[in-house]
């Protein structure tokens, strides 16, 4: 099972993308690579996911590791400024998401119902909502459209870093893979207080 995950795991970015297009819903699907590394970091106490089972690595992986132009990035974009630039994106982006859902959900202002780039810039198409799966509350919907921008934004910024340089590039950059690495270690340091205490 892990082999052929690893192998098609790519085709779970792709639908994704698509399913969104059929009912903005289906965004809700992101939470899953939200939720994995973490999962993988206390099951195996090492970033698993990021290494094997990531779609978005193998999708970068398959298109890119022929055709890509394979420069070497440079050490401030994988090790310092651009791991912050991501990371403080993807936090502010996270924490925007929840509170503007929240005040969807205490109607406290209208869902967004817009596919939005970097957060600011809306995209100039509404999405085709081609799958009726019923009535849905403001705020599901609203959500579901801040997580497929958020995705959206991010596999953009991935593509083209994945294609200026090395095809993994992204995984140096990631926010969630910056996260999970601070949990690993924030993971192994309270393993060793424990053990020291005993």
């Known amino acids: 099972m892990k082999q052929i995950w690893m192998k098609y795991s790519y085709l779970f970015t792709l639908s994704f993308f698509i399913l969104g297009f059929f009912n903005i819903v289906f965004a809700w699907i992101g939470f899953f690579c939200l939720i994995m590394p973490f999962a993988f970091v206390i099951k195996d106490n090492k970033r698993t996911w990021c290494q094997s089972y990531c779609p978005r690595s193998n999708l970068f992986t398959r298109l890119f590791a022929r055709i890509g132009v394979k420069r070497t990035a440079p050490k401030w974009l994988v090790n310092g400024t651009g791991k912050r630039v991501m990371l403080t994106y993807f ?10 859902t929240l005040m969807v959900f205490m109607d406290k202002r ?43 934004t991010t596999t953009i910024i991935g593509l083209l870093i994945s294609h200026i340089y090395k095809a993994r590039t992204w995984c140096a950059i990631c926010p969630m ?22």
């Open 110 to 152: 209208d869902p967004l119902e817009t596919i939005r780039f970097l957060i600011a810039f809306q995209l100039p198409w509404n999405m085709p909502n081609l799958l009726d799966v019923g009535v849905m509350p403001d705020w599901v919907v609203h959500l579901g459209f801040r997580v497929y921008s958020m995705m959206l």
């Open 91 to 100: 936090l502010i982006n996270f924490l925007m998401i929840v509170l503007s």
């Open 177 to 198: 893979g910056t996260l999970s690495s601070m949990a690993l270690r924030k993971h192994n340091t309270l393993v060793i207080d424990n053990h020291l205490a005993k």
